[in-house]
């Protein structure tokens, strides 16, 4: 899934954002709202022009409840700094350049995002004198437009498409090198018998030896017809006699090996009560945001009475990453060992996952009607607009008006794995707040 070049639309109250927005994306149905104080069902909007779509962001239906106009229109600038690719300030050429005019420009210009400025209810030839007055603003070359009746549209089109950058190229054939991926656990659950299984006789062994000393050695197995990097193999094949001193060395080669993967397989031995030091592990799995798949070792091993307790630990200890893919193996005999690819490729893809601007808004509009924010002291925080800047792992950066409570963000993260899936990797919800 790709995601389409983003425009945000900012400019004061009035100047007409929502009327340029509804002429962009060639619709003629109200998002003009008259009334006063009801927020827009929607702030993103899907636009397409000479065969290129990109999404278009409306800001102007933001927050009725803000305090102050300057504070709105920071909000939408730094929203738009955020998200956007590249920023249309519109701009009432019948009234000219406000002090809150020059403030954005001063927040645009430290963005060094390209803008360009829109000259709005530019409806005849007078008007252009006008909108030539908005060159004082420093921003280049004022487009005179109307909104409402569409002169200059077609012109301010293509100097947005211009300003945004181009469709990223399908990248068809994989990106860089094999996925690196970290075996873990703790000492005797089988790490060196699974890697010796995976091994067989096909590896390569990846010697680091550029000079430096501490480099891991990694080895590249072929799974599944494909290649794939195994850190710090060495780590794991090296049968240290594990003194009490050594104990920290392997919890630091631990965190460095999770580090350095894409995917880590955290090996339980399913034949014994899980035990702090797993869930330890798996939460810097979590914590350091890589993707994680678990695999309960020692299944030969696991009779009736074990799964018993075992099914109750697991829903006591893997509460936090219920969204784990989960595999029963013996690393000794090799049994099942084959389903491991297909829970790495699973919890990659999950790792990977980009929701596109528009289908994330449309979303949390939903969940948020159906679901409200919870009134605490008479106020109650509201998500004005969300956004995905960044993959593996998903990172999402909700802007809201009051801050929003731990379980409703739990209830957000519940929410968009049932929608998007996510499968296999952890969730990182940002705010940003604006009282
Ligand atoms: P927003 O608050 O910036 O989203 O502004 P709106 O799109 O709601 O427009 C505010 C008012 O300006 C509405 O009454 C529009 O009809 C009017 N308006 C918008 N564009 C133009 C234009 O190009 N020419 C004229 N004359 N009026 C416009
Ligand atoms: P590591 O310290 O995590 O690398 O664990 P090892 O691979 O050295 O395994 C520790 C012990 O568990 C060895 O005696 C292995 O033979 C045994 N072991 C590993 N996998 C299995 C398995 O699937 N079933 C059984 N029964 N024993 C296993």
């Given at each position: 899934m790709s995601e389409q070049p983003v425009l945000a639309v900012i400019g004061r109250p009035n100047v007409g954002k929502s009327t340029l927005v509804n002429r962009i994306i060639g619709r003629r149905e109200a998002v003009v709202e008259d009334t006063p104080g009801v927020t827009r069902d929607r702030v993103s909007y899907d636009a397409l022009w000479n065969g290129r779509t990109f999404t278009v962001v409306d800001t102007g239906g933001w927050d009725p409840d803000a305090k102050g106009m300057a504070e709105r229109i920071a909000q939408q600038a730094e929203v738009a700094m955020t998200v956007a690719d590249a920023i249309l300030f519109v701009v009432d050429s019948r009234v000219g350049i406000t002090d809150i005019d020059e403030r954005v420009v001063k927040l645009l210009r430290a963005s060094k995002k390209p803008v360009i400025l829109a000259a709005n209810k530019v409806d005849d030839q007078r008007g252009e004198l006008e909108a030539a007055a908005l060159w004082n603003l420093g921003l280049g070359e004022p487009m005179p437009i109307s909104a409402l009746h569409g002169r200059g549209s077609g012109d301010l089109l293509d100097a947005i498409l211009d300003a945004l950058p181009d469709p990223p190229e399908e990248d068809l054939d994989a990106p860089e090198g094999p996925r690196r991926v970290a075996i873990v656990g703790k000492p005797n659950v089988g790490k060196s018998s699974l890697l010796n299984k995976l091994a067989r006789e096909e590896r390569v062994v990846v010697d680091n030896a550029s000079g430096t000393t501490v480099d891991p050695v990694d080895e590249i197995i072929e799974l599944g017809g494909r290649e794939w990097t195994f850190i710090d193999t060495a780590g794991i094949r090296r049968?240290?006699?594990?003194?009490?001193?050594h104990e920290y060395y392997a919890s630091l080669r631990t965190s460095t090996a999770i580090e350095r993967a894409e995917v880590a397989v955290m090996i339980v031995d399913a034949s014994e009560p899980m035990s702090e030091q797993d869930v330890r592990i798996i939460n810097s799995i979590e914590e350091t945001g890589r993707a994680l798949v678990i695999a309960f070792n020692k299944w030969d091993l696991v009779d009736e009475e074990r799964r018993y307790y075992l099914e109750r630990e697991i829903d006591r200890e893997l509460v936090q990453v219920p969204w784990a893919p989960r595999i029963n193996i013996a690393a000794l005999t090799g049994w099942h060992v084959d389903r491991l690819v297909r829970a790495l490729d699973a919890a990659l893809e999950g790792w990977e996952t980009r929701v596109p601007t528009g289908a994330l808004n449309s979303f949390l509009g939903r969940l948020v009607s159906e679901h409200p924010h919870p009134v605490r002291g008479g106020k109650q925080p509201k998500i004005l607009f969300g956004t995905q800047p960044s993959t593996a792992p998903p990172t999402f950066v909700l802007f809201t008006s009051g801050k929003l409570e731990a379980g409703y963000l739990r209830f957000i993260e519940r929410r968009l794995r049932e929608e998007f899936g996510f499968v296999g990797s952890p969730i990182h919800i940002q705010q940003r707040v604006r009282e």
């Amino acid at each position: 899934m790709s995601e389409q070049p983003v425009l945000a639309v900012i400019g004061r109250p009035n100047v007409g954002k929502s009327t340029l927005v509804n002429r962009i994306i060639g619709r003629r149905e109200a998002v003009v709202e008259d009334t006063p104080g009801v927020t827009r069902d929607r702030v993103s909007y899907d636009a397409l022009w000479n065969g290129r779509t990109f999404t278009v962001v409306d800001t102007g239906g933001w927050d009725p409840d803000a305090k102050g106009m300057a504070e709105r229109i920071a909000q939408q600038a730094e929203v738009a700094m955020t998200v956007a690719d590249a920023i249309l300030f519109v701009v009432d050429s019948r009234v000219g350049i406000t002090d809150i005019d020059e403030r954005v420009v001063k927040l645009l210009r430290a963005s060094k995002k390209p803008v360009i400025l829109a000259a709005n209810k530019v409806d005849d030839q007078r008007g252009e004198l006008e909108a030539a007055a908005l060159w004082n603003l420093g921003l280049g070359e004022p487009m005179p437009i109307s909104a409402l009746h569409g002169r200059g549209s077609g012109d301010l089109l293509d100097a947005i498409l211009d300003a945004l950058p181009d469709p990223p190229e399908e990248d068809l054939d994989a990106p860089e090198g094999p996925r690196r991926v970290a075996i873990v656990g703790k000492p005797n659950v089988g790490k060196s018998s699974l890697l010796n299984k995976l091994a067989r006789e096909e590896r390569v062994v990846v010697d680091n030896a550029s000079g430096t000393t501490v480099d891991p050695v990694d080895e590249i197995i072929e799974l599944g017809g494909r290649e794939w990097t195994f850190i710090d193999t060495a780590g794991i094949r090296r049968r240290v006699k594990e003194a009490s001193g050594h104990e920290y060395y392997a919890s630091l080669r631990t965190s460095t090996a999770i580090e350095r993967a894409e995917v880590a397989v955290m090996i339980v031995d399913a034949s014994e009560p899980m035990s702090e030091q797993d869930v330890r592990i798996i939460n810097s799995i979590e914590e350091t945001g890589r993707a994680l798949v678990i695999a309960f070792n020692k299944w030969d091993l696991v009779d009736e009475e074990r799964r018993y307790y075992l099914e109750r630990e697991i829903d006591r200890e893997l509460v936090q990453v219920p969204w784990a893919p989960r595999i029963n193996i013996a690393a000794l005999t090799g049994w099942h060992v084959d389903r491991l690819v297909r829970a790495l490729d699973a919890a990659l893809e999950g790792w990977e996952t980009r929701v596109p601007t528009g289908a994330l808004n449309s979303f949390l509009g939903r969940l948020v009607s159906e679901h409200p924010h919870p009134v605490r002291g008479g106020k109650q925080p509201k998500i004005l607009f969300g956004t995905q800047p960044s993959t593996a792992p998903p990172t999402f950066v909700l802007f809201t008006s009051g801050k929003l409570e731990a379980g409703y963000l739990r209830f957000i993260e519940r929410r968009l794995r049932e929608e998007f899936g996510f499968v296999g990797s952890p969730i990182h919800i940002q705010q940003r707040v604006r009282e």
